[in-house]
């Protein structure tokens, strides 16, 4: 059986942190938007950087409320490939994974 509200907890804690990042990252973006020219050349660079941050981050979130939706299914903790169980040494590890240990090697 597997520990769902345990991982809720992560998950949602983790959720809240990335959400968190990201609006941090929209703002820092929207105050680089009246800036002298010389100025912008450097915060460019900068902007890319968070850009990057900011779209990973949204596939984390993206992965973690599927995961949560999966838990109000009642499917969390379980493979969506095979329907194994997944083992709680990974869930530990990535808390949002949809798949057992051999379905996500296999799809690499
Ligand atoms: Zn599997």
Redesign the pocket.
């Known amino acids: 059986m597997v520990d769902t509200a345990r991982y809720r907890d992560v998950l949602e804690k983790r959720l809240s942190e990335l959400q968190d990042r990201l609006q941090e990252i929209d703002e820092a973006l929207d105050s680089h938007q009246s800036k002298d020219w010389e100025e912008l050349a450097t915060e460019r660079e900068g902007d890319e950087v968070l850009e990057r941050m900011g779209s990973s981050g949204q596939v984390e979130i993206t992965r973690i409320k599927a995961a949560l939706d999966r838990m109000a299914e009642g499917e969390f903790g379980y493979?969506?490939?095979?329907?194994?169980e997944?083992p709680p040494e990974r869930l530990d590890l990535v808390p949002h994974t949809p798949?057992?240990?051999?379905?996500?090697d296999k799809r690499k």
Request: a neutral charge; glycine letters at 8%.
């Open positions: 493979c969506v490939s095979c329907g194994e997944i798949f057992c240990r051999s379905c996500a």
